[in-house]
C-alpha cells in the first residue's frame, strides 16, 4: 500500500498578501480583483471573508454585495510563484517524488520512508512547522494511499489541519461525506447524483460500477472507485517537454494568403530553432487557423523525423491550404510540434548535401542562439521583398 | 562544519539619499555616517578604492570611526586600473598594498574585490591577468566578479579552486551574456553581491554608457527593491551553500534612497534563522514592512 502525502497551503494568495502587508492579518481579504469595475471573480479569499459566504470563483460583484467590508485586491502573482518554489524546495529536501497539482497544491509519495522519518503524521506535522517557521505560510496535509483520500484529507481540517486516513481505512473514511467531496465532482454532477438519490460517498459504494458506467462512461466507473477508496496512486511527474508551438493574433483580421504564408514562415522558424536548440526531431506537425467568427480548424500530419525548417514550413503550408477553405478573415494562426526524438546522426547515409545542409542548419541555430533570432533570416520566396533588403537575409 | 559566519551590509555607506530613510534628517556636526552604519552592520564593501587610490589618511580616519564595533571589516574594491583599463605599474600596486596592509594590521580588512567589466570572457588573456593579480595580492583573499556567462563551466571553476580564489556571485537583471545567480563554490568563502532587478533602468543605463550623467541617472539602475517573494528565494540559495564554506559575504548594491539598507536588514533576520534585528527607527518609517523584524 502506497503513503500519499496531499499539501494544500491554506487561502494561498491572501497567506502571501499577508506576508507582504501583516496589516491584513485577521481582516477579510479577497484576491481576484476590483468590485468597483465589477469584473472578475474571486481567486482566493481569507477565512474571515468565507465567514461572510464567499468562496474561490465566486464573481467579484456577488462578493461584494454579501462582504462590502473586505479588503479586495488585484495580487501580486510573481510573488505567489516565488512563494510556492520555495516551499517546494522545501519538499524537495525530504520527498522522494513531487507532483506539483498546481501552484499552492502538492502531492508527495512518501511510500518507503516511514523507516528514515518515523510517524507519518509527526513527519507530517514537521514539515507544517517547518514551512510556517521559514516561510510563514500555513498548509493543510493530508495523508491517505492514494491521490483522492490524501486530497479530501487535507480539506478536512482546514486550515493548518493535518489527517491521517489509516491505511485500509479509507473506505469508511469517505462513506459518510457527501458526494461533492470528491475532487472533479462539480455541480451539475452533484445534482445528478441526488436526483438519483445518491447524496453521500457511501451511497456510491452500495451500488455496482456496472450502474455507474452505463449512467455516466468511463467518469462513472472512475467516481465508483474513487468512492470505494481506489483513488490514483501514482503520482504525474512532468518529465519533458511535450510539445512546441506558436502562435499569433493579427491586430486586425487579415485575407491575403501571401500574408497567412509569411507569418506561418516565420512561425516555422521559431520553433525550428527551439526544435535544433534541444537536439531533437519532431515527426508531428500540426497548424491551427481561427476565422474572425472564432471558428477554429486544425489540421495535424506525421512526417519523417526531421528538424529542417524546410520540411516543417512545407508541411505546414499544405495543411495550412486545407484548413483555410473560407473566404472571411483570419484572427489567429499557429504551428505545433510533437512526437520529439534524439537527433541522431547517420551521415553516412546522407547525399553530400544533405550533409551540408544538417551542418548549416546547426551553425545557424548557433548565430542565432548568440545573437539573437534576427541575426540571420531565411528568405522564403524571390518575390520576399520585405526580407530581401535586409543584410542578414538569404535564400533557403 | 558548521553554520559559517555571515558578513552582511552594503556596498558603500556615503550616499546622501539615505537621509532621512536610514541616516536621521537632522544630525549634529559630529555626526558621523560610518560610526552611525558600523553600529548596526559588521561589513562594508569600499567603491570609492575604485575609482581613485585614496589617502592612508582617510583609511585611518575610518579605522578610527569603528573602534567600537568589535568585528566589523572592509571589503575593498580593486582600482579600475588593474581590472578595466588593465594598466598598472609598481606604483599602483604600493598604493593599493599600502592601505591594505593599513586594514589588515588593524584585523579590519575583509578581502579584495575585483570585479571586471561585463564584457570580460573567459579566454587564455583572462587567465592569466587574474593569475598576475593573485600573485601580486596572494596573501590576501580575493573576491573575484567576472559577469560574462562564458565564466561559467568547469575549467574556470577549477582555475578558481587552484589559485584559491573566491568566485563572486551576482544577482542582477537577466539579460543578454549576463551571469546569472547561482552560487558556485571555488574555496572556503562566497562573496554574494545584489546588484537590484530593474531591467528597464539597466537597458538604459547601457544605451547611456559612457555619456555624461547625473548621481540620479547613473545610480537610478540600482534603484530596486527586493521583494519578500525575492528574498526568501535568496535565503533558501544562500542556505543550500552554507555546509560547503567558512564564510558567507553578502553585500546589498541597490542602494538609491536606501533600499540597500532595507533589504540588508530583511537577510539578516531571514539568515539568523528569524531572530529580530535591531535597526533604526528611520529604517521602519521608510520602510514599514521591516516592523515585523525589529527588535522590540
Known amino acids: 500500500m502506497r503513503t500519499i502525502f496531499h499539501l494544500d497551503l491554506d487561502a494561498f494568495f491572501v497567506s502571501v498578501e499577508r506576508i507582504l502587508d501583516p496589516k491584513l492579518n485577521g481582516k477579510p481579504v479577497i484576491v481576484g480583483g476590483d468590485p468597483m469595475y465589477g469584473r472578475g471573480v474571486v481567486a482566493a479569499c481569507s477565512y474571515e471573508a468565507r465567514a461572510f459566504g464567499l468562496h474561490s470563483a465566486m464573481p467579484i460583484r456577488t462578493a461584494y454585495k454579501l462582504c462590502p467590508q473586505g479588503i479586495y485586491l488585484h495580487g501580486h502573482g510573481d510573488e505567489y510563484t516565488r512563494y510556492s518554489n520555495s516551499v517546494k524546495n522545501i519538499l524537495e529536501q525530504y520527498a522522494p517524488l513531487i507532483e506539483q497539482a498546481s501552484i499552492d497544491e502538492f502531492y508527495l509519495d512518501m511510500t518507503g520512508t516511514q523507516k528514515m522519518y518515523g510517524s507519518m503524521f509527526g513527519f507530517a506535522a514537521k514539515l507544517q512547522k517547518e514551512i510556517w517557521d521559514k516561510i510563514g505560510l500555513p498548509i493543510s496535509i493530508g495523508i491517505g494511499s492514494n491521490k483522492t483520500i490524501a486530497k479530501i484529507g487535507s480539506d478536512c481540517m482546514k486550515p493548518k489541519g493535518i489527517t491521517y486516513i489509516i491505511p485500509g481505512m479509507g473506505k469508511e473514511f469517505l462513506c459518510p461525506m457527501p458526494v461533492e467531496t470528491i475532487p472533479g465532482v462539480g455541480n451539475v454532477m452533484k445534482q445528478s447524483l441526488n436526483s438519483r438519490g445518491i447524496y453521500r460517498i457511501g451511497d456510491i459504494t452500495k451500488l455496482s460500477s456496472d450502474y455507474f458506467g452505463t449512467a455516466f462512461g468511463k467518469y462513472g466507473i472512475d467516481l465508483w472507485r474513487k468512492a470505494n477508496g481506489e483513488g490514483i496512486e501514482y503520482l504525474t511527474i512532468k518529465r519533458t517537454r511535450k510539445s512546441i508551438s506558436r502562435e499569433t493574433t493579427f491586430g486586425n483580421d487579415i485575407t491575403s494568403e501571401e500574408e497567412i504564408k509569411n507569418t506561418l514562415f516565420y512561425l516555422t522558424g521559431k520553433v525550428a530553432q527551439s526544435l535544433r536548440k534541444k537536439g531533437w526531431e519532431t515527426s508531428t506537425v500540426d497548424v491551427k487557423l481561427r476565422y474572425t467568427d472564432f471558428q477554429t480548424i486544425t489540421r495535424a500530419k506525421t512526417i519523417k523525423p526531421s528538424d529542417d525548417d524546410k520540411v516543417l514550413f512545407e508541411t505546414a503550408w499544405d495543411l495550412m491550404k486545407k484548413a483555410h477553405t473560407r473566404r472571411v478573415g483570419v484572427r489567429l494562426i499557429g504551428i505545433g510540434i510533437t512526437n520529439f526524438s534524439p537527433l541522431i546522426e547517420q551521415e553516412f547515409l546522407f547525399e553530400d548535401h544533405q550533409i551540408k545542409r544538417k551542418k548549416m542548419l546547426r551553425a545557424v541555430t548557433r548565430v542565432r542562439d548568440r545573437f539573437g533570432y534576427e541575426s540571420l533570416m531565411f528568405g522564403r520566396t524571390e518575390e520576399d521583398k520585405k526580407l530581401k533588403g535586409q543584410e542578414n537575409y538569404f535564400q533557403v | ?296
Open chain 2, 1 to 296: 562544519m558548521n553554520k559559517p559566519k555571515y558578513n552582511i551590509g552594503t556596498a558603500g555607506w556615503s550616499y546622501k539619499d539615505w537621509a532621512p530613510n536610514f541616516y536621521p534628517k537632522n544630525q549634529s556636526g559630529g555626526f558621523d555616517w560610518l560610526q552611525f552604519y558600523s553600529h548596526y552592520f559588521n561589513c562594508v564593501e569600499v567603491n570609492s578604492t575604485y575609482y581613485s587610490y585614496i589617502s592612508p589618511k582617510i583609511v585611518d580616519g575610518w579605522i578610527k570611526k569603528i573602534e567600537d564595533s568589535d568585528d566589523f571589516i572592509f571589503h575593498i574594491k580593486l582600482h579600475k586600473d588593474f581590472t578595466h583599463t588593465r594598466k598598472f605599474d609598481e606604483q599602483n600596486i604600493k598604493a593599493v598594498r599600502y592601505n591594505l596592509e593599513l586594514l589588515r594590521k588593524s584585523e579590519r580588512l575583509g578581502g579584495l574585490l575585483i570585479q571586471f567589466p561585463y564584457s570580460y570572457s573567459f579566454d587564455g588573456n583572462s587567465l592569466r591577468h587574474i593569475q598576475k593579480l593573485r600573485d601580486i595580492f596572494s596573501d590576501i583573499n580575493c573576491f573575484v566578479e567576472v559577469r560574462h556567462s562564458s565564466w561559467n563551466n568547469n575549467r574556470a571553476y577549477e582555475f578558481f579552486k587552484e589559485n584559491n580564489l573566491t568566485f563572486c556571485t551576482i544577482d542582477q537583471p537577466k539579460m543578454g551574456q549576463a551571469i546569472s545567480f547561482e552560487p558556485i563554490i571555488t574555496n572556503d568563502k562566497a562573496y554574494i553581491r545584489f546588484h537590484g532587478r530593474n531591467i528597464e533602468a539597466w537597458k538604459k543605463s547601457l544605451s547611456n554608457f559612457g555619456k555624461p550623467q547625473t548621481y540620479e541617472e547613473q545610480s537610478s539602475r540600482y534603484s530596486y527593491l527586493y521583494t519578500p517573494g525575492e528574498l526568501v528565494e535568496i535565503e533558501q540559495k544562500i542556505k543550500s551553500i552554507q555546509q560547503k564554506v567558512k564564510e558567507i559575504n553578502v553585500i546589498m548594491n541597490n542602494h538609491p534612497q536606501g533600499d540597500a539598507v532595507a533589504n540588508a536588514f530583511e537577510l539578516i533576520h531571514l539568515l539568523d534563522e528569524k531572530t529580530k534585528v535591531e535597526m533604526p527607527a528611520t529604517i521602519v518609517k521608510a520602510y514599514p514592512r521591516l516592523e515585523e523584524i525589529i527588535v522590540n
